[in-house]
């Protein structure tokens, strides 16, 4: 069973994807981790960001993995646990643009769909219901007003001890979000048969609640959920 979970930044996705996974003993695959680890790199190695030749040339030569350990999903970057690094503001702005080249999306399509393969898996990110996953049995569109998404993710950065300024943030999302929605690669979109669900004022357990009925309902007589 393919569960596909989309949606703007800071709509809850990972937090929602990660207890519907551990709830139903699925896997769980961050896609946006993926986008994040080669973001990360290329600050690393100082490839400009800009280049789309050298940054899809970076992701051919490296190995991105997503490990289930104990405490949650870890990302690799060629055996490198870069988990906490991948999680800052420049990360996230880096991210969102090496995400609308099309070399480097077409080959994070394939490893996503490879990983998919596994089994049984819930898996986030701005395009699986319609182009990674397009024959997903439960596709969920996932979205909250900028405000509570700028507030969210405020109080998450603050609660992991770093700095941030709350309408910085909004205004950093609502970026974020316009150049999701409007790059030509597979763009930010709902399907066309996935299920909308606001998150704004619902805490994660509603949210949760809500989506593992959808879920259960598509899986009835299955055995599987
Ligand atoms: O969900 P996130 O904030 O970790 O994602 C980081 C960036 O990657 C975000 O700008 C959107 C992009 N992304 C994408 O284009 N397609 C995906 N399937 C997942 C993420």
Redesign the pocket.
Known sequence: MKIAIDGP?GAG??TVAQQIASELNFVYI????M??ALAWATLQQGVPVDNQQEVSALLTSARIELRREEDGQHVYWNDQDITSLIRTQEV?NH??IV?SYGDVRAQMLVLQRMMAESGNVVM?????GTH?LPNADVKIFLTASVDERAQRRYAELIGKGNEADLEQLKQEIAE?DK??SEREV?P?RQADDAVLVDTTGLSIDQVVDKILTICKQAGEGSGIV
Do not use: P
């Not at 961050?30 to 981790?33: E, Y």
């Not at 986030?124 to 699986?128: A, E, T």
């Open positions: 930044a996705k990972s961050d896609t946006g981790a986008y994040r996230s991210a969102s995400a986030d990110g701005r395009d699986i990674v974020r150049r999701d597979a930010l």
